[in-house]
């Protein structure tokens, strides 16, 4: 199977992930829950995990880092635990339901919500977002890169507004953590949003926000934290004020491990194998009879590793499956939980076929996936 479906999520990790996350399945026990050796050693690759991804990220403590099990319960427990009745918050038409949901989900009760809106390309106008501040505006969520487009969002850019105003800023990291560098300090990031089982490289159920020092957040649920058992209210401390329940010591062993191996091999050099992959292939089908694709592919901007396609009017999921099941390639089709990028794109009705690439793919199956298409144009 030549597999090309990783903004859905990567599905070849270093083989180090794999072994820290067989050592930790036989080794762990809960962290900060007892002082034997088996808690203690999951106490500390928490903690080595949380010190690790503090650096990544230019945090100024490892307090900053909540674990959360993904992206989605990391968005939700930063717009629900900033936003009340009453305030305004602004978010753009890139979003993934991730960000939509829970926003609707305030709307209802009560906060106004206003939309950046995209052009044809999937695109944002920078001065929109200051033409849609209100005195009763409180954030601006806000994602790093499209899972649809692969297009990039400024986010220091849109970091600077939100600071000029005093806005919190939100930032959905889903597809650009582990592959792009975030500085939060320098980008004004206030709550950044990330899951491990993508660009980072580690295991499924793992992911987390980086808070910015003095910014309470309520947490999103409460319960267990193995430290003032006897209280009737959740620790305020963090990270445990946002960190109820066993981790997953298990996946944060493997995250921790994934961290180590993006530091080894560097982003810069992931990014560009990636982008070198993206561009044979965008090169080997642009110009295919009936391919039409979405998104900015200007040269001169760095993007995320994703070619989006329709060929003509068929269905994506006809092309999707007929990819797969005639030629072992594995791609999205549909439509990628973005409904608004698809309402801005005209493909609601059609969806789309995703094509995102990892660096371990090789040159051989882009031109394998740039041949299968070349037929399946040919046919139409």
Request: proline share 3%.
């Amino acid at each position: 199977m030549i597999y090309l479906d990783n903004a859905a999520t990567t599905m070849k990790k270093p083989q180090e992930v794999v072994d820290a996350v067989v050592h930790a399945m036989g080794s762990l026990g809960n962290a900060g829950r007892g002082v034997h050796s088996a808690s203690l050693e999951s106490s500390r690759t928490v903690f080595d995990t949380r010190e690790r991804l503090a650096a990544f990220f230019h945090a100024d403590s490892p307090k900053q880092i909540v674990f959360t099990s993904n992206s989605t319960e990391a968005l939700n427990t930063a717009v629900k635990g900033v936003l009340n009745p009453g305030d305004h918050v602004i978010t753009t038409m890139l979003e993934h339901n991730s960000v939509l949901r829970p926003l609707y989900e305030l709307e209802r009760a009560g906060v106004e919500l206003s939309f950046v809106q995209s052009s044809r390309q999937g695109t944002v106008d920078y001065e929109d977002f200051e033409k849609e501040i209100r005195e009763n505006t409180k954030a601006i969520v806000c994602t790093h890169g499209s899972n649809l487009t692969g297009n990039l969002v400024d986010i220091k850019r849109v970091g600077e507004i939100a600071k000029k105003h005093d806005l919190i800023f939100i930032v959905d990291a889903s597809q650009t953590a582990g592959v792009f560098p975030i500085d939060v300090k320098d980008m004004h990031v206030d709550i950044l949003c990330f899951t491990g089982h993508k660009g980072l490289l580690g295991p499924q159920g793992t992911g987390g926000m980086c808070v910015r020092e003095g910014l309470v957040v309520r947490p999103l649920k409460t319960g267990g934290s193995g430290v003032q058992t006897y209280s009737k209210t959740h620790p305020v401390e963090m990270p445990t004020a946002l960190e109820a329940g066993t981790l997953n010591g298990h996946g944060l062993a493997g995250l921790d491990a994934a961290v180590q191996y993006l530091e080894k091999k560097g982003i810069d050099e992931i990014r560009r194998e990636e982008q070198h992959l993206m561009w044979r292939f965008y090169d080997g089908v642009k110009d295919l009879p009936g391919v039409k694709i979405y998104g900015d592919f200007d040269r001169s901007q760095e993007r995320c590793a994703i070619v989006t396609l329709n060929i003509g009017d068929y269905d994506s999921s006809e092309v999707s499956d007929e990819l797969s099941m005639t030629y072992e390639i594995s791609t999205r089709p549909g439509a990628h939980c973005a409904p608004l990028m698809h309402e801005a794109l005209g493909t609601v009705e059609q969806g789309a076929v995703r094509f995102s690439f990892s660096h371990f793919n090789t040159e051989a199956e882009i031109d394998e996936a740039v041949r299968a298409l070349r037929e399946l144009t040919t046919e139409e």
